[in-house]
């Protein structure tokens, strides 16, 4: 479970995130316009050009910024979807390279790699309260199937030695070794594979840092609009959120589509039906 929560905003609902992320700027914006009411009786106009000119770079760089961060969390989601598809051709091609294997070896690792397919599938319909416990129970179960997956390969009790005659390893062996191998790859890009928590303090810094310098302008000024207030903080407030969802090992925004585990299930599955009734 703590390998789940590598992140203190994790374990924040991401509703309650994006009110208070909203609450947050709107609360500096005021403070900021209250500063800027206090000093507007000493202000001259060169101060307020200068404070405007300030504010621009401040918000462009809160731009940049959020769009940096953005495509970092961009690419860990594409790095998921990638592992998904590759997990999904490996896991065909052991399933077909089971055929090789002698019975009762043939059908116990058929139906395993049915089963993981099955919990691969089902991890990523997880959502909502508990989500965490479930995910980890998930994995657990996993890297059990993986390991009697790995025995069948392996198989002491069978006098056949692991390589053939021409020095190569037995199919079936290595797609359970490439199985492995794509479990870790996944378990790194979805859990340990973050945005770092020093970019977030330093995101909602300069956030923090911008609304108050708007702020401040206004005040100096003594013209502010309520809505356009509300908007640049809702904005931006949507933004970060949208970042953190794509972040998080359990996504609530974004969904990745699992139908090629699907179909590789239900192609396991009629392939195992069409075989006990040919045996009948």
Known sequence: ?????????????????????????????????????????NSKKAQTSQVR????????????MLAFTFSTAQSHFEAR???????????RNAFMQADLLPEPRRSEAKLL?????????????IRGTGATEKVANLIKMSEQTQHELWLLAVNPDDT?????????????MAS??????????????????????????????????????????????????????????????????LITDLDRPIMSFFKINNQLLVDLYEYMDQDMRLEYYEGE
């Open 1 to 41: 479970d703590n390998m789940l929560v590598s992140h203190f905003l994790d374990v924040i609902p991401i509703w309650a995130l994006l009110t208070g992320t909203i609450l947050l700027l709107i609360a500096f914006i005021e403070y900021g316009f209250w500063l800027g009411k206090k000093a507007q009786v």
């Open 53 to 64: 000119a300030i504010m621009g770079a401040g918000l462009g760089l809160l731009a940049f």
């Open 81 to 91: 979807v990638q592992s998904l598809a590759e997990e999904a051709r490996i896991a």
């Open 113 to 125: 790699l049915r089963e993981y397919i099955k919990l691969r599938a089902g991890m990523r319909e």
């Open 160 to 172: 056949k030695a692991l390589e053939d005659e021409s020095g190569r390893t037995d199919p079936f």
């Open 176 to 241: 359970v070794l490439a199985l492995t191998d794509i479990h870790f790859t996944r378990v790194h890009s979805a859990i340990m594979n973050r945005i770092p928590l020093t970019i977030w303090m330093t995101l909602y810094l300069m956030a923090v840092l911008s609304m108050i310098i708007m702020g401040y302008q206004a005040g100096l000024t003594d013209r502010r609009s309520p809505v356009a207030t509300i908007t640049l903080a809702v904005a931006f407030s949507a933004v970060i959120i």
